[in-house]
């Protein structure tokens, strides 16, 4: 069987996937195995008040990898993005984004999220897991949606898509200056996390 490279789909073919029974009817029929995440047609996106208005953000580089168990409450996945990738459409916001105030891009280059449970039922998802930000690990929960299974794919291989949600607080992270100065409110505290995720079926498990 053909293997991607590590953290992107290069090198898959229609061989990436071979007749086997192992499903998972939980997530539409999807071959139990290892799948990696698809940057090019994945996302992680962000928002935060910043004074009367709300900031829109990304990440470029998105890395991870799913693992599709028997059961649904044995699937885990790993995703981090790089840091220094952040992009809000303006340039000296970036660049403050990135320094040591905000990520401190050159010290922690990479945000990751560890799945420690996964519940659900008819495609609606609850996915707990760690969430590290500057060195700072926290708990927290993505409400997600499976979208479905393409046994096709772009060149063949088998693909699924999530979309998700979360919430969190900068100030748990220790991520940028205290929220109000004075009494005007600059910077919010509460951070809206949105992703849209697309993975190719990597290592099939064995029959």
Not at 108 to 113: C, M
Not at 147 to 160: C, V
């Amino acid at each position: 069987m053909q293997r991607a490279t590590p953290g992107t789909v290069d090198g898959m073919s229609t061989d990436t996937r071979r007749k086997s029974p192992h499903v998972l009817d939980a997530l539409g029929g999807a071959p139990v195995g290892r799948w990696v995440i698809d940057p090019a047609h994945s996302s992680v996106t962000f928002s935060v008040r910043h004074l009367m208005s709300k900031v829109r953000g990304r990440f470029t580089e998105v890395e991870g990898r799913i693992v599709v168990a028997g059961r649904l409450e044995s699937c885990t996945t790993r995703a981090s993005v790089a840091t220094a990738s952040v992009d809000t459409g303006t340039a000296m916001r970036d660049d403050d984004l990135r320094s040591a105030g905000f990520f401190d891009a050159q010290t922690y280059p990479r945000l990751t999220f560890t799945s420690t449970a996964v519940t659900g039922d008819a495609g609606r998802l609850t996915v707990v897991g760690d969430l590290t930000i500057r060195g700072v690990t926290r708990e927290v929960r993505l409400d997600a949606e499976f979208l479905g299974l393409d046994e096709s794919g772009l060149q063949g291989e088998p693909r699924i898509g999530f979309s998700g949600r979360t919430r969190v607080r900068r100030s748990d992270f220790g991520v940028g200056e205290r929220p109000v100065e004075g009494s005007r409110l600059v910077v919010g505290d509460v951070v809206d996390i949105e992703l849209d995720v697309e993975a190719a079926l990597e290592d099939e498990a064995e029959a």
